[in-house]
């Protein structure tokens, strides 16, 4: 299934593109928006599929992860999908147990404790265990009948790194970090291992027919600036030489990447450099001075806070706008600073998307 060229796949036209186009720096017909995490806990649909599946179920079996990557696009004007998965498959697939309880989150019952413990990961063939997330791919794209693009994603090492550590979510990444000083060399070893199951599974995904990648480094917020520079940023960069070398061996065509590293605001200049099409920024980021770091050739994506998605819909409205309107129609793709949050009103999705398509 994936030897083959995503074009030999007979994949339905494209009939909405200002998500690539803007990605690329071409002009659009109007600003393109998705949300990170649009496809979820906040939709009543996804929750009634949620009853009846545990969460890593619903990603494996591509029927399901295409019903609830659809959802979102029946209710919103959207212009991107994104597959349904978690960046928590790539843990699993080197040999880690990593169980999705409701109203917790994940929970990986034995973490990573001392560098001992690498030795019991299983690179080898990891990516041969996610060929479920490129059958849902490939399914989606026949599905979407070309009516928006199709995004990829992952985590990016340093965010997986954390909770394989961590044992779930944390508030500090206390453990990570001592990881980081006390065995700079293995967690280095960590990180690179990571890195390499992360371009086959992105390779992966290409063939099955993504059309956008979106790295997330969720936990960038844990690192200071050096650190992040030190413990991130090589990582990320290898991610994208390293895949466009791997798909030009091939002849396979370079899809658009973002980089999405959440609190690494103070890094815009340098993320710049990394062969990434887009940046994604948090809400605590100002759109013209985002711009002025990251230069003209460069796309933006952003960034409204999640929490105003709980504000009046005039309210949501008039935030919109003014985001809309600081970022420009060219090289700016709309989305929050964040994921949806689960009690999100559904007028408020509404609200947001029309408010992004009619403000300029
Ligand atoms: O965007 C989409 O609609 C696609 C689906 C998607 C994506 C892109 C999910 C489904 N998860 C993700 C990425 C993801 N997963 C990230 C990066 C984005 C971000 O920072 O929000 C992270 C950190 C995770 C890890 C994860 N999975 C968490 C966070 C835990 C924490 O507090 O640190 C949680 C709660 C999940 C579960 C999850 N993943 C996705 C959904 C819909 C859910 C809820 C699961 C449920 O139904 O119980």
Redesign the pocket.
């Known amino acids: 299934l994936y030897g083959a060229h995503a074009i030999e796949k007979n994949f339905p036209a494209l009939k909405n593109d200002n998500l690539l186009r803007a990605a690329r720096g071409e002009p659009v017909d109007r600003v393109p928006v998705w949300v990170?995490?649009?496809?979820?806990?906040y939709l009543p649909e996804?929750q009634e599929v949620?009853k009846q599946h545990d969460?890593f179920t619903i990603c494996r079996t591509p029927e399901l992860a295409c019903e609830v990557t659809m959802q979102p696009l029946r209710r919103f004007d959207l212009d991107a999908s994104?597959?349904?998965?978690?960046?928590?498959v790539i843990p699993q697939a080197l040999g880690m147990t990593v169980e999705?309880h409701?109203?917790v989150?994940?929970v990986f019952p034995e973490p990573l404790k001392t560098p001992a413990d690498l030795a019991k990961l299983t690179p080898e063939g990891a990516v041969g265990r996610l060929t479920y997330v490129g059958d849902a791919i490939t399914m989606m794209r026949h599905m979407l009948e070309g009516r928006v693009p199709l995004i990829g994603?992952t985590?990016a090492p340093w965010?997986l790194m954390g909770?394989m550590i961590e044992g779930?979510?944390?508030k500090t990444m206390a453990k990570s970090k001592v990881w980081l000083t006390d065995y700079p060399e293995d967690s280095k070893k960590l990180l690179t291992m990571l890195t390499d199951a992360i371009v086959d599974y992105l390779e992966m995904q290409v063939k099955a027919g993504a059309q956008l990648l979106q790295i997330?480094e969720?936990s960038a917020e844990h690192l200071s600036k050096d650190d992040f520079l030190k413990w991130a940023v090589p990582h990320i960069k290898d991610i994208r030489d390293k895949l466009t070398e791997r798909l030009k061996q091939q002849s396979i065509p370079t899809v658009p990447m973002t980089l999405f590293a959440?609190g690494a605001g103070h890094s815009l200049k340098e993320q710049a450099t990394l062969g990434y099409d887009v940046i994604g920024l948090d809400w605590t980021v100002d759109p013209v001075e985002a711009r002025k770091e990251v230069g003209p050739n460069i796309t933006l994506q952003g960034n409204l806070d999640p929490q105003d998605m709980y504000k009046t819909p005039e309210e949501v409205r008039t935030l919109t706008t003014e985001m809309v309107r600081k970022f420009g129609k060219e090289r700016y793709i709309a989305n929050l600073g964040?994921?949806i949050t689960p009690q999100t009103p559904i007028v408020s999705m509404e609200t947001l998307v029309e408010a992004v398509h009619n403000a300029l």
């Not at 994104?82 to 928590?88: G, K, N, Q, V």
């Open positions: 990170m995490r649009q496809a979820g806990r996804f949620r969460f994104i597959i349904f998965s978690d960046i928590l999705m409701a109203g989150g994940p994603f985590g965010t909770y779930g979510g944390s997330f969720s959440k964040h994921g």
